[in-house]
Structures are given as structure tokens and as C-alpha cells.
């Protein structure tokens, strides 16, 4: 069995770390450098950066801010916002990342799925879906940091980013995003049961237990939270302790 990953995500805009609720009220929480430093020191077993408004904005990634970060960080950088190109992809690993999140543009234009993983290996390649509830059982995929309604079938979107060669999904739940009222566990065990791959839980983190509930209703691989990282409300290492002393095994 894999041990289970904790990652802390650094949501940035205009060059700061930012923090909002359902994708609203966004506040700012510091450096991207320095937050991605201490998240080192504390264990993180990955670090994820996310440029909120570049796709949106139509702009390209921030690879100022992933060079100076991969020169002081020593775990695995993904980096995501603004990727449109297998050429984006190439130098945002060039610049220091380990892997790149694609997702809005992977919506708009699968191939680039396809065409990463080919060139740079599944293992480089993670598909960022953000969805939100529509009916029971039933989800739909959103772009544009939740602003535009694909009308996608989140569990059909799953299947076919896998069979493209994704080597990983990390799925964010609009419904759960910033609430800290737990992880969306209903939607996460549809996803990890239509696929084989490595997917992150992302949205909702509020307290210590969310963490050992994800890992133990859900087959996720690794929980990503911000919001409780970025405001110290607990650090990476307190909830590895935790989930340890539940019997999880975790990195």
C-alpha cells in the first residue's frame, strides 16, 4: 500500500499567496517563497502551486517565483495555472517543477493530456479538475477557477484523463472549497472508483480528522489544504502525527 502524502497548496495571484471560500472573498496570506520554505521544514511531501486568475487572465505561469522556490525547496513542485502548450509544460519543469497541473486548458483541449505525458512522462503530467455537485451521484467540471460550467461529466472527465496518461488527478470540490466542513467524501470515492490513478483530495480541510476520514473512507492518495496550513491552524507534521497514531501510513 502507498503512504499517504499531506500537501499544502499555495493558491497565488499577482505574486502573492491568496486564500478565498467557494472561490470568493480572496484574502492574502504572504510570500510564495518564504510559505513554500516553511512548508519544507515542517514535512510537506509535496508542495502545490497554483496561479489562480492565469487562465482566466489569459496569461502564461509564473516561472520567476517556481525558479526561486525550486532553488530553496527540496520536495516535488507542482505547478499549475496558465499551461497551455507542451512548450509551457517544458519550461515550467525546465524552471524547477517536478510536475505540472493542468486544467482548464486540459478541458479545452485534451490532447495536451495526451501529448505531455507522451513527451515528459505520465509521472510529470497532473489533471486539476474542479466540480460541483448537480443531482445525487452526479458532478460536473468547471474552468476558469470554478467561474465557467463545462456541463462535463465529472466521472466520464476522470475516465478519459486517465486513458489520455495522466499519471495523477487532484480533484478539488467547489461545493467544499475554503468551507472547512471536511473533504467532499461522496465525491471522492466516485472518482477514486472509476480510476487506477493517484488522486489528491483537495477542498474543505477544517480540522485534524478530515484528514484520517479522507484516508479512510476514501482511497485517495494524498489530502491538500491551505487555508488551515497558511492561518497555523495546524502544521504538516501535527497531522502526519495524527493520522499515524490512527494507523494511517503516511510518509
Known amino acids: 500500500m502507498l503512504a499517504k502524502r499531506i500537501i499544502p497548496c499555495l493558491d497565488v495571484r499577482d505574486g502573492k499567496v491568496v486564500k478565498g471560500v467557494n472561490f470568493e472573498g480572496i ?29 482566466y487572465e489569459g496569461r502564461g505561469v509564473f516561472l520567476d517565483v517556481v525558479r526561486e522556490t525550486a532553488k530553496k525547496v527540496f520536495v516535488p513542485l507542482t505547478v499549475g495555472g496558465g499551461i497551455k502548450t507542451v512548450d509551457d509544460i517544458r519550461e515550467t519543469l525546465r524552471a524547477g517543477a517536478d510536475k505540472v497541473s493542468v ?16 513527451i515528459f512522462g505520465s509521472q510529470c503530467i497532473c489533471v486539476g479538475i474542479d466540480a ?30 486517465q486513458e489520455l496518461g495522466a ?48 484516508f479512510e473512507k476514501t482511497n485517495a492518495t494524498a489530502a491538500l489544504a491551505a487555508s488551515l496550513f497558511h492561518f497555523k491552524e495546524l502544521t504538516v507534521g501535527e497531522v502526519k502525527e495524527y493520522c499515524k497514531s490512527k494507523n494511517v501510513l503516511v510518509r
Open 27 to 55: 484574502k492574502e496570506v504572504g510570500d510564495p517563497v518564504a510559505c513554500a520554505e516553511e512548508y519544507n521544514k515542517q514535512g510537506a511531501d509535496e508542495i502545490v502551486f497554483y496561479d489562480i486568475t492565469a487562465s
Open 167 to 214: 499519471g495523477e488527478i487532484c480533484l478539488n470540490s467547489i461545493d467544499a472549497d475554503g468551507t472547512k466542513e471536511g473533504f467532499d467524501i461522496e465525491m471522492l470515492k466516485a472518482v477514486c472508483d472509476a480510476c487506477t490513478i493517484p488522486v489528491i483530495a483537495s477542498g474543505g480541510a477544517g480540522k485534524i480528522n478530515d484528514f484520517y476520514e479522507v
Open 132 to 161: 460541483k455537485k448537480v443531482a445525487d451521484g452526479k458532478w460536473t467540471v468547471y474552468i476558469n477557477g470554478g467561474r465557467v460550467d463545462m456541463k462535463l461529466d465529472l466521472i466520464e472527465w476522470v475516465k478519459k484523463v
Open 103 to 118: 486544467n482548464s486548458q486540459a478541458v479545452k483541449n485534451p490532447q495536451l493530456i495526451k501529448d505531455g505525458a507522451d
